[in-house]
Nanobody, 121 residues
C-alpha cells in the first residue's frame, strides 16, 4: 500500500484547506486511514481517522472544525479543515492500516509523505 498526500499550503487563520490522500497498491486490504500531524518540536499526533465502513474519530482539538471523508471507489481520503488556527500549523501525514490475506496474513501500516500546512495569524 502506497499513500500520496497533497493539499497543504499557507492560509490565514479562519481559513480552510482540504488535504487529499491517494492510496495505491493493495487498496482493497486497507482498513482504517488516519491523518496525523507533527508540529515543529512536537510528537506526531493523530488528528482523525476513518474506517472502511465510514466510522470516524477525531482528536478533541479538531472536533467541529475538521471533517474526514473517504471515497473507496477512488481510493481517496480527504481532510476538510475549516476555521484553521495557528496551532494547526504542522506537517500532516496520512497513514493506512491494512491486512493482506493470502497464504499468510500480513498486517501492516503505510505512511505517506507529509504535506505542510501553515496557518498565519
Amino acid at each position: 500500500v502506497q499513500l500520496q498526500a497533497s493539499g497543504g499550503g499557507l492560509v490565514q487563520a479562519g481559513g480552510s484547506l482540504r488535504l487529499s490522500c491517494a492510496a495505491s497498491g493493495s487498496t482493497s486490504s486497507i482498513n482504517t486511514i488516519n491523518w496525523h500531524r507533527q508540529a515543529p518540536g512536537s510528537e506526531r499526533k493523530l488528528v482523525a481517522g476513518i474506517s472502511r465502513g465510514g466510522m470516524k474519530n477525531y482528536a478533541d482539538s479538531v472536533k467541529g472544525r475538521f471533517t474526514i471523508s473517504r471515497d473507496n471507489a477512488k481510493n481517496m481520503v480527504y481532510l476538510q479543515m475549516n476555521s484553521l488556527k495557528p496551532e494547526d500549523t504542522a506537517v500532516y501525514y496520512c497513514e493506512a492500516d491494512y491486512t493482506i490475506v493470502g497464504d499468510t496474513t500480513v498486517v501492516g501500516r503505510s505512511w505517506g509523505q507529509g504535506t505542510l500546512v501553515t496557518v498565519s495569524s
